[in-house]
């Protein structure tokens, strides 16, 4: 149970920073919410598909670690997805000038 609770809690944690902070309310933002809401849902019904939904494993520690890990998995795609993206909007900025 404990390696979705890490990436949920994160999730959450950034929709309200969300709503309070305009300056996270840009698209990058969003998509980090996104992913962030893609990998909770991910542990959650892997942990429901295992019937292991509300169960805590004997390795709480290990679980907790896991979560951590895809927490930080997250945001590395994430990166990369902004580089890209900000990368190609001035490749396309300068192609065209």
Known sequence: MGCYIVPTTAAI???FMRKRYPSFRG???LW???????GALFGVVD????KELFLFGEHL???LT??????LTIFIVWSFLVI?????????????S
């Open 13 to 15: 944690m950034h929709f």
């Open 27 to 29: 698209r990058y933002n």
């Open 32 to 38: 980090l919410n996104q992913l962030l809401l893609g």
């Open 47 to 50: 942990h429901w598909w295992n």
């Open 61 to 63: 520690l290990l679980d």
């Open 66 to 71: 896991l979560g951590v890990t895809i927490t």
């Open 84 to 96: 890209s993206d900000k990368l190609s909007k001035k490749h396309t900025i300068t192609t065209r």
